[in-house]
């Protein structure tokens, strides 16, 4: 018997409004469309530490919040993640370490000490980030209320988008390949069909590609 391909892995980043959550659930949909064994997950995790996480992101901040938050990344790849992958399932994770470069950033955390809690870690198969207007993402925020400090700031979504930019660098100047998308004009199926796209012809997607949103559809919620 052939011995199990491993899964592919495959995140979601981008700053607060862009659609995140509802695209990741498009893609692993569409994947499993295409014959893929999916497990979709999510950071801070569902495990006891991820939920505790979410429930208390304003009453810790800084360097506490980030090692809280790579602690739940080493246990949720250690206990979900990885398994998974080994069983030759694709996972799509929405959030991972892209996200914690930019808003532990934004918390006053160095960026050394952000790499060196992540170092080691399992990089994705192919980390997308998506982006959008400033402008439209805090009008979205504003809309649907703001859930935590991180977005009662109306500075952040400039300053969140700015980060993830440089974020992308980053993770390309370290190997791992990273499509940008931009989903001003673009509904989440269509930017979850450009990333199954890419996700299923990983071979072929060079980690300095970065490619432009489809133009059809509206924009995402």
Do not use: W
């Amino acid at each position: 018997m052939a011995p199990t391909r491993p899964g592919r892995f495959i995140t979601l980043d981008g700053p607060g409004g862009v659609g995140k959550s509802t695209t990741a659930a498009a893609v692993a949909r569409l994947l499993a469309v295409y014959g893929e064994q999916v497990h979709a997950t999510k950071e801070p995790s569902d495990s006891p530490l991820g939920q505790f996480i979410r429930t208390n992101a304003d009453e810790y901040d800084g360097r506490t919040l980030a090692c809280l938050v790579v602690a739940d990344r080493h246990h949720h790849l250690a206990r979900e993640v990885v398994p998974h992958l080994a069983a030759g399932i694709t996972v799509v994770c929405d959030r991972y370490v892209a996200s914690t470069l930019v808003v532990q950033a934004l918390d006053g955390v160095p960026q050394d000490y952000l790499l060196a809690l992540n170092a080691g870690l399992r990089m994705p198969d192919l980390a997308v980030i998506l982006t959008a207007d400033p402008r439209a993402l805090a009008a979205r925020i504003a809309q649907r209320g703001a859930t935590h400090r991180f977005n009662r700031d109306p500075s952040f979504p400039a300053r969140e988008s700015a980060l993830y930019g440089e974020a992308a660098e980053l993770l390309r100047g370290m190997g791992v390949p990273v499509l940008v998308i931009d989903t001003g004009n673009a509904t989440p199926a269509a930017v979850a069909e450009q990333i199954t796209t890419a996700a299923l012809g990983l071979g072929n997607v060079h980690p300095l590609d970065s490619a432009p949103a489809p133009t059809q559809g509206a924009t995402p919620a």
